[in-house]
């Protein structure tokens, strides 16, 4: 079974540049969230969706960061303009939603570098 | 916001020995996870805790949701070179049916030498 699909795995920009990252996640699965990951800070929640509808963005940086899922197979998480400060691995995860096990299955994540 | 607090930071240890972690909050939680995250990928869930008091075992893995509902801990028993990795607990407030928010801690570096 495919497991949550991220894509650039890897993307290095200049500051000012637009970024978009993009996830698939597990089909069948109802919720969605985007991590972000660094040494200073470590596994901080972006945004998170049910049912493709934002719940609690409050993680959100600023303006610059905004999140879409357009439907249930794939969401996307854009910055822009970037910032070197922006230079992270961003994960996104997805859970079945039901039960409310906790559990999250990520991907392997995008690691962006601004320059 | 919440912050969960995880210790040790990093810990250094020879293979066989046990390992011990453990994770704080200033609030509390329903759940308690427990996440290793191995290099260049993302986190894998290593057990779930539902209820305060609850101890659960994984192979070599035990965890225990604190009474209070704001701490964790986590033992691996004699570790092999494989649970080198990043340790990460997490908490998580449940409304109804929904999957709401997972806040993580800090994360453990966890080093094992042969």
């Known amino acids: 079974d495919a497991g949550v699909i991220q894509s650039p795995r890897h993307e290095v920009t200049e500051m000012g540049q637009e970024v978009t990252l993009r996830c698939k996640p597990i089909?069948?699965?109802?919720?969605l969230f985007w991590y972000r990951q660094t040494m200073m800070r470590g596994l901080e929640l972006l945004i998170y969706?049910?049912?493709?509808?934002?719940?609690?963005d409050s993680g959100m940086p600023e303006d610059r960061f905004s999140a879409k899922m357009p439907n249930a197979s794939f969401s996307t998480l854009k910055i822009q303009p970037s910032e070197p400060r922006d230079s992270a691995v961003y994960f996104c995860?997805?859970?079945?939603?039901?039960?409310?096990?906790?559990?999250?299955?990520f991907g392997e994540g995008s690691r962006l570098t601004v320059l | 916001g919440q912050q969960l607090n995880q210790s040790p930071q990093s810990m250094f240890i020879q293979e066989g020995e046990d390992v011990s972690m453990n994770c704080t909050s200033s609030?509390?939680?329903?759940?308690w996870l427990w996440y290793k995250q191995d290099p260049g990928e993302g986190p894998v869930l290593l057990i779930a805790?539902?209820?305060?008091?609850e101890l659960t075992s994984n192979g070599r893995l035990t965890a225990q949701f604190g009474i209070t509902r704001k701490d964790s801990f986590l033992n691996i028993s004699a570790s092999i070179p494989s649970d080198v990795g990043i340790y990460f607990c997490?908490?998580?407030?449940?409304?109804?049916?929904?999957?709401?928010?997972?806040?993580f801690g800090t994360g453990t570096l966890l080093a094992v030498q042969p």
């Open positions: 995860a997805s859970s079945p939603g039901r039960r409310n096990t906790g559990e999250l299955f």
């Open positions: 089909s069948g699965h109802n919720s």
């Open positions: 969706f049910n049912n493709n509808v934002p719940i609690d």
């Open positions: 609030s509390i939680f329903n759940t």
């Open positions: 805790l539902y209820k305060a008091g």
């Open positions: 997490a908490g998580q407030t449940n409304y109804g049916g929904a999957t709401n928010k997972l806040i």
